[in-house]
């Protein structure tokens, strides 16, 4: 069984090697698709032997790594940021579980530890930081979300016991740059939840209204706390 691991980068320069040396002995096939990066990202890319791919770099982060999804040619797709890192053990264990023959399952979730401002993050429902990054190729796609994408699986998914690191802040100028680009995303999502959501519920309040104004009448009056709920249900969920 091959194994392709796919990125999405933009100005990575100070992540990639590192992510990309610890897939050295795991990786068939490396898929990198880069937004236009200014630095030395694709240089680096290219040195570990990457099929890079220059585009654009859109606002929604799930696009470019949809992409290096698309491009991977391996049985199986290990998804990854540039600033995580896949240790031995897991690295043993990813070749392990996609060399089973009989193995039914599609994709795995790895426990991902979060190293923040000098130490792991173990508390606090911070660890396992369980992330769907393994799967079948055909078998997963990400949603079209701004931010958080997790991967959707047809099929079976199981679970690795072996952490995947990921250096997500390694000082707190870096921190509020990430922070602030995730607020404004997540800002601008909920924005348009809210817009779609208040578009669908007017759409029930006309349907109503319409149904109400062409039967003149409402014989049975508490017929009309069954038909609100029921027209919201089907105009808003």
């Not at 779609?196 to 508490?222: D, G, H, S």
Request: contains cysteine; proline residues 4%; charged residues 25%.
């Amino acid at each position: 069984m091959k194994l392709s691991v796919v990125l999405a980068t933009f100005n990575e320069e100070k992540n990639l090697a590192a992510c990309l040396d610890s897939v050295k002995g795991l990786a068939d096939e490396i898929v990198v698709v880069d937004g236009g990066s200014d630095d030395k990202t694709v240089e680096i890319g290219k040195s570990f032997g990457a099929k890079v791919i220059i585009t654009t770099n859109p606002p929604i982060f799930h696009i470019n790594k949809q992409k290096a999804i698309d491009e991977a040619l391996g049985d199986w797709i290990l998804q990854l940021d540039a600033d995580e890192r896949v240790t031995p053990e897991l690295s043993k264990e990813i070749k392990s579980e996609i060399r089973n023959p009989k193995s039914e399952i599609n994709g795995y979730w790895i426990p991902r530890k979060n190293w923040f401002l000098g130490r792991f993050l173990m508390k606090g429902g911070q660890y396992p930081d369980y992330t769907l990054r393994l799967y079948r190729r055909g078998k997963g796609r990400l949603p079209c979300k701004t931010v958080h994408e997790q991967a959707m699986v047809d099929g079976k998914v199981g679970y690795l016991k072996n952490s995947l690191i990921h250096m997500a802040d390694t000082g707190f100028s870096r921190y509020l740059v990430r922070w602030n680009r995730y607020t404004d995303l997540i800002a601008q999502e909920i924005k348009e939840q809210f817009r779609e959501k208040e578009k669908r519920q007017n759409n029930a309040i006309v349907v109503f209204c319409q149904q109400f104004i062409m039967t003149k009448k409402i014989t049975n009056l508490p017929s009309i706390s069954i038909i609100m709920p029921t027209l919201n249900s089907e105009r808003t969920l």
